[in-house]
């Protein structure tokens, strides 16, 4: 890892201040992926803002009924949260999912967003990757591309946003609230992340010189039809091949509302709201479930390694429907998929 | 030219004063600066586990945790749980069981199961167990006495706490 300057804003006014005035800084908060980043020489801040310090740890009721997560609040605290557990179990779900004890610990709300959109050639700087050195090339598409994305790839980048708490808050509909030079701004939580077009190099709507500050959760929690399933190469401690966050609500063995969003099977979590809406008023049936998995995936192509996730991800579709309209969400201990 | 910064760290309880570059972790001071060679070091890219210490009380890796970062916090490290005289009740449950082979994981298990238990009182099933050290690899064991002993040092606090 190369060496840099170190600091310690007072404030966020100072981290705005200090990232805006130094092009090669970055913000560091759990350093779980920018340190992991910058060890491989993908990432090379001159300076580090150390940001972790600041004052956004509370996690709040809002005055509309949902709930606001500052940015720093570590993954484990909001998934142990009791309002977070009572009234938004898919979001605490999907953060089990993820990582280690040790990573949730360390690993902050904003982080979780910003964690880079990657794939393994990312990660390797003897390769060509356009996310990494733009117009170099992508190494994924004719190489190894089992983790990588079957929805809305480009022929620049065919990555995947690795995140199962963005699953969740996709579903959710979050917002999220940041600060810049230019004061406050809230982007809805699809307009967060980006699909790789041609500038495979920027994940995220967020300025350089922008801070995430907060996450706000909507009243709805959809706490008593909803799942998380995590499809990996190993029960634990992997990146989801697939993942699927499902919410339901019922009126009787009717549907009202359905809510899916994909993991690990795009350059952002995938929603299709008009597969979603095709189901309303829809029995809650697998012929319901499979009509929907066959929209969603009808545009999705392999690149060879990755064939086996489009027919992955129609029967995790039908499996997180049928979970979340039977009220039995899927356990993050017991791997066991029921 | 480097530049160092002054930097204390509160470890086991007591102060440390260090000189350090920016881009040390917390691991390479533990081991290098400090002495405190029971974290281990391994995959230095929060894979393994095998340094995992308590900061506040809460498992983190060590070798992904700029040692600026720690400043002011309190950290735990294998040296800090127990006495040769009065072991942690984890430490004695290991031993019980034989849940050490080769032992190079088990500092960082410990640690792991520690601040599982601290959050997670009262008996935990196997699956959460298993879930819980899932982030801290054992290349000897094939697990199952260490989450005997986990499984039982957990029944032992909630028995106490009871
Ligand atoms: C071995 C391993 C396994 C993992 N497995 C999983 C998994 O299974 N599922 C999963 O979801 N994740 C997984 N992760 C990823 C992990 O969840 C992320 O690394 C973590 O959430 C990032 O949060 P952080 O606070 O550590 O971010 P940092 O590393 O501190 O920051 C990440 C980026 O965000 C920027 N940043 C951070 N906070 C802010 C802010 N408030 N405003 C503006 N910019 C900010 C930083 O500048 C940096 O560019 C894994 C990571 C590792 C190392
Ligand atoms: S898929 Fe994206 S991240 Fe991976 S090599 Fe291609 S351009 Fe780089
Ligand atoms: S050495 Fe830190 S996790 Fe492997
Ligand atoms: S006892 Fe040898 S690695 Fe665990």
Redesign the pocket.
């Known amino acids: 890892m190369i060496n840099f300057q170190y600091s310690r804003p007072g404030d966020i006014a100072d981290a705005v201040r200090q990232i805006a005035a130094d092009p090669r800084a970055k913000f560091i908060a759990g350093g779980t992926n920018i340190l992991d980043l910058m060890k491989y020489d993908v990432e090379r801040p001159a300076h580090l803002i150390d940001i972790s310090r600041l004052p956004l740890t509370g996690v709040e009721e809002t005055a509309s009924g949902g709930m606001r997560i500052g940015a720093l609040v570590p993954n484990s605290d909001l998934s142990y949260h009791p309002l977070i557990e009572a009234r938004y179990p898919i979001l605490a779900s999907a953060i089990r999912a993820g990582a280690s004890q040790q990573l949730r610990n360390m690993a902050s709300t904003g982080g979780n967003l910003l964690q880079r959109?990657?794939?393994?050639?990312?990660y390797d700087v003897a390769?060509?990757?356009?996310?990494?050195a733009p117009g170099s090339?992508?190494?994924?598409?004719d190489?190894i591309?089992r983790q990588?994305?079957i929805l809305g790839?480009s022929d620049?980048?065919?990555?995947t946003h690795p995140s199962d708490m963005c699953v969740a808050l996709a579903v959710l509909e979050a917002k999220v609230h940041v600060a810049g030079p230019a004061g406050e701004r809230v982007i809805a939580f699809e307009d967060f992340h980006r699909l790789?077009g041609k500038t495979?190099e920027r994940d995220t709507n967020l300025a350089p010189n922008e801070i995430i500050t907060a996450i706000e959760l909507p009243a709805r929690g959809f706490a008593k039809n909803y799942t998380y399933i995590k499809i990996r190469d190993r029960h634990s401690y992997a990146f989801a091949l697939v993942s699927v966050a499902a919410a339901l609500e019922l009126e009787g063995k009717t549907i009202k509302e359905a809510r899916l969003a994909l993991g690990g099977v795009a350059h952002k979590p995938w929603r299709n709201k008009e597969v979603e809406a095709t189901l309303n008023g829809q029995p809650a049936t697998r012929e319901s479930f499979r009509s929907a998995a066959d929209a969603l995936l009808r545009d999705a192509k392999g690149f060879g390694h990755n064939d086996f996730k489009v027919e992955l991800a129609r029967r995790a579709v039908v499996r997180a429907l049928t979970q979340a309209a039977q009220g039995t969400p899927q356990s993050q201990s017991n791997k066991k998929i029921v | 030219m480097t530049f160092r910064n002054a930097l204390t760290l509160n470890i086991n309880g007591s102060e440390h004063e260090v000189f350090i570059e920016p881009h040390w972790t917390l691991l390479d001071v533990l081991r290098r600066e400090i002495g405190l060679t029971g974290t281990k070091e391994n995959c230095i890219e929060a894979e393994c586990g095998v340094c995992t210490v308590l900061l506040d009380g809460k498992a983190v890796c060590s070798c992904i945790l700029l040692a600026m970062q720690a400043a002011g916090r309190s950290i735990t490290t294998i040296e800090g749980l127990g006495t040769p005289d009065a072991l942690d009740p984890l430490q004695v449950a290991f031993l019980k069981h034989g849940a050490v082979q080769c032992g190079y994981c088990i500092p960082g298990m410990i640690l792991t199961a520690k601040s599982f238990l601290a959050e997670h009182p009262g008996t935990p099933t196997r699956h959460e167990i298993r879930e819980a050290i899932s982030g801290t690899l054992c290349r000897c064991t094939g697990y199952q006495k260490i989450i005997d002993a986990i499984a039982d040092a957990g029944a032992e606090g909630a028995q106490a706490a009871s």
């Open positions: 959109t990657r794939c393994l050639y990312f390769t060509p990757c356009n996310k990494r090339g992508c190494s994924a598409i190489g591309n990588n994305a790839t620049a980048c065919i990555a790789p495979p």
